[in-house]
């Protein structure tokens, strides 16, 4: 939505409104009326600080966690300072389109390296990778990854507009509970999961977004279970 500097600033989740119905993301955008929000589960949320902390103990001596050893094909992102910034809304990554003037931005879970270079350096010669934790309470059903891909498709979309070239891939890195002993002690399995990315195809999205916001309400989604509650307020 529009900042008080008048510039629109967009992420990653209001896109994926943008993508499941333009009415919602019109209202939500144009005229600050959004869509009913549920409790926020807070044991995701804790699992991801968790996770964050478990990741940064390995990355402070060079090593991935040994359950990610020979499954993905990246080295942790060494400069946990600078991760930190980009894991907080207040510093997230951010581009501005020269095209719309329109800021999109987008917290990372975390990073992974490939080097592509002979002599071992980061900058220049490395590509890299998102890796986003996500936290399940059942397995991972194939083509669920697709759900996150306008997501992935950002984070490629930053990095690339931040000078950091993306691998052309990214890794959703599922936690799922297999068993709970005693003292509460739970056993997770990990599963990592390949996801391509497009970085132009993020760019496509966010621009459309960008010029739905500067025209009329879009008519209702016939397939959309919010947009009788949004008619409540303003009308087709």
């Not at 993508?19 to 209202?27: I, R, S, T, V, Y």
């Not at 931005?105 to 592509?116: A, P």
């Not at 997501?151 to 936690?175: D, I, S, T, V």
């Amino acid at each position: 939505m529009k900042t008080k500097d008048g510039v629109i600033r967009l992420s990653p989740s209001t896109l994926n409104v943008f993508l499941e119905c333009q009415k919602c993301f019109w209202l939500g955008q144009a005229k600050d009326i959004h869509r009913p929000r549920g409790i926020f589960p807070s044991l995701p949320g804790g699992m991801d600080l968790l996770i964050k902390k478990y990741f940064d103990r390995f990355r402070a001596i060079g090593k991935l966690p040994p359950e990610l050893e020979g499954k993905i094909d990246v080295e942790l992102f060494p400069d946990n300072e600078l991760l930190n910034k980009w894991r907080s809304w207040r510093s997230a990554l951010a581009y501005q389109d020269p095209e719309t003037g329109a800021v999109l931005s987008g917290m990372l879970d975390d990073l992974g390296v490939q080097k592509t270079g002979s002599n071992g350096e980061l900058f220049g010669s490395a590509k890299y990778v998102p890796l986003d934790y996500k936290t399940r309470g059942f397995d991972v059903k194939e083509g669920g990854e697709n759900f996150y891909k306008n997501q992935l498709n950002c984070y490629g979309l930053l990095l690339r507009e931040n000078g950091m070239p993306p691998a052309g891939h990214a890794f959703l890195l599922y936690y799922i509970p297999r068993e709970v002993s005693e003292k509460g002690v739970t056993q997770f399995e990990v599963v990592p999961k390949k996801v391509e990315i497009n970085p132009d195809e993020a760019l496509k999205v966010f621009r459309g977004a960008v010029e739905l916001i500067k025209g009329p309400m879009p008519k209702t989604h016939s397939e959309c279970e919010y947009c009788a509650w949004g008619n409540d307020f303003l009308t087709d």
